[in-house]
Each structure stands twice: as C-alpha cells, then as structure tokens.
C-alpha cells in the first residue's frame, strides 16, 4: 500500500503501468494459440512428437502433448487474464526447453536454421509475465 491507501505501482491495481502487462498477457496469449493451434491442427500430434523426437527431446510423446495443452489452455487463459500467473509459469518449461535443448546451438539470429532471438524474447516475456501478473482488463487479478 502506498501512503495514499491505493495499491502499489506496478502491482495490477488499475494504475497506468497494469497496462503494459495486459499487453504483454495478450500477445503472449496470442503466440501461444497460434503454436497450439499448429502442433494440433497444422501439423498434427503425430508430427509434433516426431519433430520433437528429430530433436532429441526427452519424452516427446508426453511432450507434444504437454505443448498442445499448456499452449493451448493456457494461451487462452492469458488472453482472459484468469490465472495468469499459473498460465505462464506452466509455458516457462516449455520455453525454457525451447531455448536451451533447441535454438541456443542455432546461433542469436533467427535464420533458415532457427536461431534463439525469439525463443528468449518469449522466455523472458513468459517469467516477467509470471512476475507482474494480469495486469488491467483481467476476468480476474
């Protein structure tokens, strides 16, 4: 509390600054539908767990899976703004995954081999989202 009564700076109050986590929250959101939505539909589960197993990702069978749903519910309930916290800390694995086990060994910039600029931008965005929390225009703080 600040010394007015009304909530901290930066804690999803309502303030000016909530909403830079309601952006961040929704195009998080928005980018993990969209890989939802490719590993299910795009290129199917059967793909997804043999591109994972082309990578050597351990479990790809459990981890395809992981991705379709962790991506996919909780891509959606960043976009609400429900749970938001629990949303993104459940895509930290995923992305971490990403950025050391797949495109740390491709070299900074995104190219025709990959490349980790994006995976560690959405690994970044993903904790801080974590740590700010919903932000303004949430279905729930």
Do not use: C
Not at 59 to 77: K, N, Q, R, S
Not at 99 to 106: G, S
Not at 108 to 113: A, D, I, R, S, Y
């Amino acid at each position: 509390m600040t010394r007015g009564g009304g909530p901290p700076p930066g804690d999803g109050g309502g303030g000016i600054d909530s909403y830079g986590a309601t952006i961040l929250r929704i195009v998080l959101g928005i980018i993990y539908l969209g890989h939802a939505y490719l590993a299910l539909f795009g290129a199917g589960p059967r793909a997804t767990v043999a591109m994972q197993r082309s990578l050597g990702l351990p479990l790809p069978e459990v981890g395809a899976w992981y991705v379709i749903l962790a991506h996919g519910v909780g891509g959606g309930l960043l976009i609400l703004g429900l749970w938001t916290r629990w949303a993104a800390l459940v895509n930290l694995p995923i992305m971490a995954g990403a950025f050391f086990l797949v495109h740390l060994r491709e070299g900074f910039f995104m190219g025709p081999k990959g490349g980790y600029e994006f995976a560690l931008l959405v690994l970044a965005a993903t904790l801080a989202q974590v740590f700010l929390g919903s932000g303004a225009l949430a279905l729930r703080r």
